[in-house]
């Protein structure tokens, strides 16, 4: 019976002794807001959809030019001409805005398509971090989830991992 409890004892003992995890967390918003890539990404969206606003502009001032044109023919010709010219321009019109939604659609698409592969990005790389530098776990913190409400700032490693992030980043451009 002392043997057991002294074995109990001593498996207590070396259970007490063993090194807790480290645990650490990241802030997902800090981290993807300001991680290099995902501001590169930033700027080429706004160029693209620059863009695209110029050739809509242009577009729609074409659109408007016919119709203009169309009105003044329109004010001069018979009924039956009139009726061809509104429906003329109403085609042109309703071909306008598909080319406009068309347009809109593949930017969005590409833009969250973009977005996805960045952030499935980060999370592998957080992983790879968690990993090389001996962390039993990273989590995340998220303003908008609250998975994670508090966390002491010494266990904040987003600085480092933005840091190592950004420095992969600019070693593959």
Not at 46 to 67: A, C, H, P, V, Y
């Amino acid at each position: 019976m002392k043997k057991l409890i002294v074995l109990a004892i001593a498996a207590l003992g070396l259970y007490s002794c063993q090194e807790s995890a480290k645990i650490a967390f990241v802030d997902n918003s800090e981290l993807i807001n300001e991680y290099q890539e995902k501001k590169d990404l930033e700027g080429k969206f706004t160029t693209i959809i620059d863009g695209f606003n110029k050739r809509k502009d242009s577009m729609q001032q074409m659109f408007n030019l016919e119709l203009k044109q169309a009105q003044e023919t329109a004010a001069k010709a018979s009924p039956k001409k009139q009726q061809e010219l509104s429906v003329k321009i109403q085609q042109l019109g309703e071909r306008l805005d598909q080319q406009i939604k068309i347009e809109q659609n593949r930017i969005s698409e590409e833009s969250r398509t973009q977005n996805d592969s960045l952030v499935s990005s980060v999370k592998k790389f957080v992983a790879e971090y968690g990993e090389t530098n001996g962390y039993d776990y990273i989590l995340g913190k998220n303003e908008f989830t609250g998975n994670m409400y508090y966390g002491k700032e010494k266990h904040d490693i987003t600085k480092a991992v933005l840091e190592a992030l950004n420095k992969k980043y600019a070693d593959k451009k």
